[in-house]
């Protein structure tokens, strides 16, 4: 597992995955932090903490402000990687965290 890889969940409303926001360095606890995606026609409410991200060639929301910690055990299926747009992703938490 890596920053910014993207794990399928099963069974979560409208939840289609995850993407890891953890750091590479804290990646060996016993949780990781998460942002959930959704399909693109979701209805996020602030464009500028849910970013579209594109995964092989289909987009999704990422809703950065649903970010949450969950143990690593239940990503088990690593469906790609958003390493490719992480200032997107990086960006949205700054603004969440820091509100700039």
Known sequence: MKQFDVFAVDDV???VAVVVMAG???LDLPNVLV???YPVDFPARVTQI???LELDGTQYVAVVDEAV????GLLTRR???LAD???LLTNALD???AGY
């Open 35 to 37: 942002v959930p995606l």
């Open 79 to 81: 469906i790609g990687s």
């Open 95 to 97: 603004r969440l965290v």
């Open 85 to 87: 747009q992480y200032t």
């Open 13 to 15: 409303g409208e939840v």
């Open 24 to 26: 590479n360095y804290y």
């Open 69 to 72: 910690a969950i143990p690593t």
């Open 50 to 52: 849910n970013p579209v």
